[in-house]
């Protein structure tokens, strides 16, 4: 099961590193992804990259603002996330597809993935 890490509160415009940690050996050949819950609002997709970092897709709320990236070595997957503002306040889940073993391709489909973790919480204010 995924483990996040990194959350926090910031100030507008400031910047967090997320991590999240998957043990075990799929990780690697996994499709991973990060979503977001805020408080009274549906779930939604922020980021996703595939096995080898050659997909990446990202929602147009985050675009320009925040790069996910892997380190399989690490079992490791991050979120940068830059230019914060109060709307991006949220819980912060991370979330892999095991079953797309070294696929291309890459999801925002939060029903395509098979393991979540339990959050971390975001909180962009001044």
């Known amino acids: 099961q995924p483990v996040e890490s990194g959350g926090g509160l910031v100030q507008p415009g400031g910047s967090l590193k997320l991590s999240c940690v998957v043990p075990?050996?799929?990780?690697?050949?996994?499709?991973m992804g990060w979503f977001r819950q805020a408080p009274g609002k549906e779930r939604e997709f922020v980021a996703t990259?595939?096995?080898?970092?050659?997909?990446?897709l990202y929602a147009d709320s985050v675009k320009g603002r925040f790069v996910t990236t892997r380190d399989n070595a690490r079992n490791t997957v991050y979120l940068q996330m830059n230019s914060l503002t109060p709307e991006d306040t949220a819980v912060y889940y991370c979330?892999?597809?095991?079953?797309?073993?070294?696929?291309?391709?890459?999801?925002?489909?939060?029903?395509?993935?098979?393991?979540w973790g339990q959050g971390t919480q975001v909180t962009v204010s001044s």
């Open positions: 075990g050996r799929t990780f690697r050949s996994s499709v």
């Open positions: 990259i595939n096995w080898s970092g050659g997909c990446t």
């Open positions: 979330a892999a597809d095991a079953r797309k073993r070294y696929s291309s391709s890459c999801s925002s489909r939060g029903s395509e993935y098979d393991s």
